[in-house]
């Protein structure tokens, strides 16, 4: 698989400071630029100025929740891969979470292979839209 890495942004949000901190820095390691939230209107300050490609969800954030969150990206950018993180999982969340848009849902904690792997693949289908995208243009 080629390098993405410098090519794509990672954005994390959680209100917990030890799983921001966490995943930040093993994604970090791996050459991702990771921007970190600790609440949903956070999360849309950085994506309103920075160009977010990738977004790992808490559900259970304090004001705006994850799906809430999730609903509203959904909205300005079709193309992003998002993924749903929670520690209580529910049938109930699950379907909330298919409903609002989200690509993924994982319970915390997430395995670091589990991470890199849908790192690889969301960016691989970013490539994919981009070069669609551009022979579109050709046309």
Not at 93 to 100: G, H, I, N, Q, V
Not at 106 to 120: D, L, Q, R
């Amino acid at each position: 698989m080629e390098d993405l890495n410098n090519n794509y942004s990672i954005l994390v949000v959680d209100d917990e400071d030890m799983i921001l901190s966490a995943l930040k820095d093993i994604l970090n390691n791996f050459g991702y630029l990771v921007f970190c939230a600790k609440s949903g209107e956070e999360a849309l300050k950085i994506i309103y100025k920075e160009d977010v490609h990738l977004f790992f969800l808490d559900l259970n954030l304090r004001g705006m929740s994850g799906i809430d969150l999730c609903e509203k990206i959904r909205k300005e950018d079709p193309k992003a891969f998002i993924c749903a993180m929670t520690g209580f999982p529910s049938s109930y969340s699950l379907t909330k979470c298919r409903e609002a848009g989200f690509d993924d849902y994982f319970t915390k904690p997430i395995e670091i292979k589990k991470i890199m792997s849908i790192a690889g693949f969301a960016f691989s289908r970013c490539n994919r839209w981009k070069k669609i995208s551009k022979e579109a243009e050709l046309i």
